[in-house]
């Protein structure tokens, strides 16, 4: 049987661990109703933390004790009568009828409320909407269903237990079920060394503000209005450039829900000062769009004095002559893209299912020379394995819990820059045959293991040493270099396919293209890099015949 299966307090071993590495590293961060909580949760009946912890781990807030069976709880009002003192569950709480249709079954309601054999045969959400007027006062569960022996509890400290854990992980991304699926192999995880000083948050201050911050995001999400959210968003940079950056995101997206009801005004507003990615070419468009084209233009040359990155420079090629034009000034031409070769086929649309990526490989295909699909999986994973160990380095505040499928700041301006010493080694390896032993020993001894970059399900060992033997070690290091200046921008946009010649030890990377398709911007800039660099690369257009008549 499976070790967590074997120990039937597994999920309260987790629970605790967290607590414990709460207490350890975040102690002076915490508020007097955590630390209190640490404190009384240590004091309890292993039973009593048990119930608490299922409570926890579990969908709601409301629990009726009947549907609180575990073996190795035992009694669940016993257990429960241990965590009344807490303040932290309540029993026979107050409830709103729609809060009681949650606990009751349809038999339950149809019984109680005396429902005729039409209305019990209604859905749930019916025989809700059809009640709720004449029940508009809330009451407690043993007034609403009187001589039932069944109590209901209330878990009141939910948003203290998602405190603990968004101290723990840094996020409400992950839960409580990467402990059971690290467990049982599900997901494996690098271990990182790092020190009791390692942590996500630095101040009480930084999680007030990812609260505030993940508060406004929800609202957002839920359609709330943009400038209800904005009304609430901290209006004011924070120290910490992680939640800054968090911050800066949301008021691009913001920005965008405006740009998209065509309110220009505001959404130049925000996008001016926002540091977003994408943020100043997205203002220039809308000035563009409010036909403040003097304006616009002015934006316009102060990005191109200093681009932000490749993709606004290719977006201010593409909005220049535009503007130029709209104020009669003599227009630049765009330099010519290299040239790509391209190759044009005409095939039989074949019965479903099919991709056109698909269709193009089979097609090419030959015994002596296999394609793959692979997309952005193959570079990355070539690149992931030669540079696991600067990927995977201990800088501070980059690994602080052991679930951690890449570092925090993977996506941070300087992520490369803080590392440079360990990348500038891993690439360096590409200048000798180092890079081969490097690239077959990380594949072996870290298979499965969680990784930003390496997708095991993707990159078998035949498709790595075809890879290995057929692209040059030149041609990694140019691809891995470009990758690096940003990681978040170019760990996509590879070419569908690639097609390896291993008698000449050749390869060709193909970007296929359907019928009405178009290529996109960051496949436009990986597929220049290439030519420019000398790596092979072509565009597939795809055609289907005519049907036969």
Not at 137 to 148: I, K, N, P, Q, V
Not at 456 to 463: P, Q, R, S, T, Y
Request: glycine fraction near 4%; hydrophobic fraction near 45%.
């Amino acid at each position: 049987m499976n070790k967590v299966l074997d120990n039937p307090f597994y999920y309260l071993d987790n629970f605790q661990r967290v607590l414990d590495w709460i207490g350890e590293r975040y102690r002076d961060l915490l508020s007097g109703d955590e630390l209190a909580f640490l404190a009384t949760f240590a004091a309890l009946p292993q039973p009593s933390q048990a119930l608490f912890v299922r409570m926890v781990m579990r969908k709601g807030t409301l629990f009726r004790a009947s549907k609180l069976n575990y073996a190795e709880i035992g009694c669940p009002l016993e257990a429960a009568r241990h965590l009344l003192p807490t303040g932290w569950i309540e029993s026979d709480p107050v409830l709103s009828i729609d809060a009681l249709f949650e606990l009751l079954s349809k038999p339950e309601i149809g019984s109680l409320f005396a429902l005729s054999p039409h209305a019990q045969g209604a859905r749930k959400a019916e025989q809700l909407a059809a009640l709720r007027g004449g029940f508009r006062d809330a009451r407690r569960f043993s007034a609403w269903h009187r001589g039932c022996t069944d109590q209901v509890f209330h878990i009141l400290v939910k948003p203290l237990c998602d405190r603990l854990r968004l101290i723990f992980f840094g996020n409400f991304r992950q839960d409580w079920t990467e402990f059971v699926l690290s467990d049982l192999g599900v997901y494996r995880y690098e271990q990182v060394e790092f020190s009791p000083a390692s942590r996500g948050f630095r101040t009480r201050r930084d999680i007030e503000h990812y609260l505030e911050l993940h508060q406004c995001k929800e609202r957002f999400r839920a359609s709330a209005a943009p400038d209800d959210v904005l009304r609430e968003l901290p209006q004011a940079p924070f120290e910490n450039d992680w939640l800054n950056s968090r911050r800066e995101r949301l008021l691009y997206r913001i920005a965008q829900q405006y740009e998209k009801h065509k309110d220009w005004a505001k959404a130049y507003t925000l996008y001016a000062r926002c540091g977003f990615p994408g943020a100043r070419g997205r203002a220039i468009r809308v000035l563009e769009k409010d036909k403040q084209y003097a304006l616009a233009y002015q934006l316009l040359l102060a990005a191109q004095r200093a681009p932000e990155s490749e993709a606004e420079r290719q977006q201010l090629l593409r909005v220049s002559p535009r503007l130029t034009r709209r104020l009669g000034r003599p227009t630049t031409r765009a330099p010519r893209p290299p040239v790509v070769a391209t190759l044009a086929l005409r095939l039989a649309q074949p019965a479903a299912p099919w991709s056109v990526e698909a269709v193009v490989r089979d097609h090419l295909a030959r015994p002596d020379a296999p394609v793959f699909y692979v997309e952005n999986a193959l570079v990355n994973a070539l690149f992931g394995l030669l540079c696991w160990r600067a990927i995977f380095s201990a800088i501070p505040g980059a690994f602080f819990h052991p679930f951690h499928r890449g570092p925090a700041d993977l996506y941070s301006p300087d992520f490369c820059q803080r590392r440079a010493p360990e990348f500038g080694a891993c690439l360096a390896e590409l200048d000798s045959d180092a890079y081969l032993a490097t690239i077959r020993a990380n594949f072996s001894a870290k298979a499965g293991i969680q990784s930003p970059f390496v997708d095991w399900d993707i990159v078998g060992a035949d498709l790595l040493e075809l890879a290995l033997a057929c692209i040059p070690p030149a041609h990694l290091k140019r691809l891995f270099e470009r990758i690096l200046l940003d990681v978040q921008a170019n760990r996509s946009g590879f070419p569908d396919l690639i097609q390896f010649w291993p008698a000449e030890r050749r390869y060709t990377m193909i970007e296929v293209k359907g019928p009405g398709d178009r290529l996109q911007d960051n496949q436009l800039r990986w597929i220049d890099y290439c030519a420019v660099h000398q790596m092979p690369v072509a565009v597939c257009y795809l055609q289907w015949r005519e049907p036969a008549a």
